[in-house]
């Protein structure tokens, strides 16, 4: 009886040894000191391929203007200028000392006691003039001061209205004293010379600068006897051809001088002087 329990005790002791699972096998612990690294990779992006500017609240600057190299000073401009209100391109001023060694001796006598007018009372002015080819140039004439305004008003509104004139220039560029039988020659619209009327000893208007010649090889000095001045404005003898620059009743020249109270030598009796307008002398 003691032999078989303590078989039965065996064969149920040696069961549980048989369904009994296996223990699971542990991981190996990790040392401390050897720890596990976490490699997390960054998404891989392309740089912009162009820099994208930071946003700022600071203004955009203007543009600064690059500055006007300073013009070279007109030789004959002298205070007080008085400039034109249609046009700042004309303008008149009293002669200065460049100005009056320019013209003393040529067109004005060296001694002032000769003049029939003082320095002081002449004024020199500046303006613009288109040419017979449509060209634009600075022309210059010297008048008497009582006239200078006048003077810009009538040449201005002949360049506005493109007006031709062959040039506008001093006498004294043509190197001829106290008379301007070369610059009638050249076509030249001119204003102050100390002369005679021709064939007498008497002053010219000329000599007071209140006087002006205009296009005078188109617009000749036909004399009593019929000779005429200058030579090669033989053909402009024929009033007939209107061609542009020539003087008439019906031109802008003649209606401009004439409004400001200047008279016409082509209504002159005997004579006819068909470039010249003057003022009584002052």
């Not at 720890?35 to 600057?61: F, H, K, N, R």
């Not at 007109?74 to 249609?86: I, L």
């Not at 002032?112 to 020199?124: I, Q, W």
Request: glycine share 4%.
């Amino acid at each position: 009886m003691r032999r078989f329990a303590w078989m039965l005790s065996a064969l149920l002791l040696w069961g549980c040894a048989v369904s009994a699972p296996e223990p699971a096998a542990s991981a190996s612990p990790v040392p401390a000191s050897d720890p596990i690294a976490i490699v997390v990779e960054a998404p891989v992006t392309e740089a912009p391929s162009t820099p994208i500017p930071t946003p700022t609240d600071a203004p955009t600057p203007e543009p600064t203007d690059t500055p006007e190299p300073t013009a070279t000073p007109h030789p004959y401009r002298a205070e007080p200028v008085t400039v034109y209100e249609r046009n700042a391109e004309f303008w008149y001023c009293p002669l200065n000392d460049a100005m009056q060694q320019r013209i003393v001796g040529s067109t004005y006598p060296e001694d002032p006691k000769d003049a029939p007018v003082k320095l002081s009372d002449l004024r020199y002015v500046s303006l613009r003039y288109v040419d017979f080819e449509g060209a634009e140039h600075t022309g210059e004439l010297v008048v008497h001061h009582t006239v200078a305004d006048e003077v810009l008003d009538i040449f201005c509104r002949l360049f506005e209205a493109r007006y031709p004139l062959t040039s506008v220039r001093l006498l004294d560029d043509f190197g001829e004293k106290f008379d301007d039988n070369l610059s009638m020659a050249a076509d030249n619209t001119s204003a102050y010379c100390c002369r005679p009327v021709t064939g007498s000893k008497k002053f010219s208007r000329h000599a007071y600068g209140v006087a002006i010649d205009v296009n005078p090889m188109r617009n000749p000095y036909i004399r009593p006897d019929k000779t005429f001045a200058p030579p090669n404005g033989e053909r402009y003898l024929d009033r007939t051809l209107g061609e542009p620059g020539m003087i008439d009743e019906e031109d802008l020249c003649y209606r401009l001088f004439t409004e400001h109270g200047w008279s016409w030598g082509g209504h002159f009796k005997g004579e006819k002087d068909y470039q010249h307008f003057s003022k009584p002398i002052p």
